[in-house]
């Protein structure tokens, strides 16, 4: 089981000390990894095509997460940066695929990229891309990224790339494992066919182990084993009760989840409820 943190993405603000104190007090305290999520553009809350919740906007502040990493990757040493997730639809895979395999060489292999379709159609097109296209685009733009961090010449043409004997230089030392996240049935058999693992929501045990049941199911149907396919949720510390979350951890730890990152309620607890968590875990461990 690996134990990481949620990086305060909304709430740290834009001082480059405060983000460095708060990483490094996480890889300080032992945790395995760091995660983060992005927005490129925030929109008008009260735009009139906006119908029901929509939890960002222009208020809220998103660090890029390669520009982020990047950073971090030269103030710590073990700490893995994982993005849970880029939207990577609305980016060029190519390059998408040129600042992973440099984060990834410069942080010593410590990049796990996770990547979804996103749900705001006004970023899809402030960013010029085709909202509607997301799903088949993000199938081909794996390929596209697997082959360029493989090869040093790539020729590929597709729906969305033509690729003509292009490389990116320099290559990663390694095959980026690609993670993915959302929940409905498409997306869990594109998981099955092409990722290495899964961000999850949290929810009642009973269907959490359905899902994952679910996609066992379709990870062997592509010939895969699910013992070798990651699994990563997060405990939410605001809505689950300090007292609750031994059980929650092991609840877990039962379905087979490889990853648990934690999410403080507030920036200035974070440092003595992670500490709590830990505690617990290493009872666990125990």
Same mark, same amino acid.
């Given at each position: 089981?690996?134990?990481?943190? %949620? ?14 104190? /708060? ?7 032992? /945790? ?52 849970? !997730? ?8 190519? %390059? ?39 799903? &088949? ?10 082959? %360029? ?18 490389? !990116? ?39 959490? &182990? ?9 990870? &062997? ?11 990563? !949720? ?18 877990? &730890? ?33």
């Amino acid at each position: 089981m690996k134990y990481g943190v %949620l990086f305060p993405q909304t709430e740290i603000g834009n001082d480059p000390v405060i983000i460095r104190d /708060f990483a490094q007090m996480v890889e300080q305290l032992g /945790f395995d990894y760091l995660m983060t999520y992005e927005h490129v553009l925030g929109a008008d809350p009260n735009r009139p095509e906006w119908d029901g919740y929509r939890p960002y906007n222009y208020q809220d502040a998103f660090h890029e997460p390669f520009v982020l990493f990047g950073y971090l990757a030269g103030l710590t040493t073990t700490l893995e940066f994982a993005t849970g !997730i880029l939207v990577l639809p609305q980016r060029q895979a190519p %390059l998408v695929a040129k600042q992973a395999a440099q984060l990834d060489l410069l942080s010593d292999g410590r990049l796990r990229l996770g990547v979804g379709i996103g749900w705001n159609e006004v970023e899809f097109a402030g960013m010029g891309v085709d909202f509607k296209t997301r799903a &088949k685009l993000i199938e081909e733009q794996v390929h596209v990224m697997k082959q %360029l961090w493989s090869n040093p010449l790539v020729s590929f043409e597709g729906a969305f790339h033509q690729l003509d004997r292009v490389g !990116i230089n320099p290559l990663p030392s390694r095959q980026i494992p690609v993670w993915m996240g959302g929940v409905a049935d498409p997306v869990l058999r594109r998981m099955a066919k092409m990722a290495d693992g899964w961000f999850m929501y949290d929810g009642l045990v009973d269907k959490l &182990k359905e899902q994952i049941e679910t996609l066992h199911g379709y990870l &062997k149907e592509e010939g895969r084993s699910p013992d070798s396919f990651g699994l990563d !949720i997060r405990l939410n510390m605001q809505q689950i009760p300090e007292a609750d979350w031994a059980t929650w951890i092991d609840e877990r &730890k039962q379905l087979g989840i490889t990853h648990i990152a934690a999410v403080p309620p507030d920036l200035q607890s974070a440092p003595n409820v992670l500490k709590k968590f830990l505690k617990i875990v290493a009872s666990e461990k125990n």
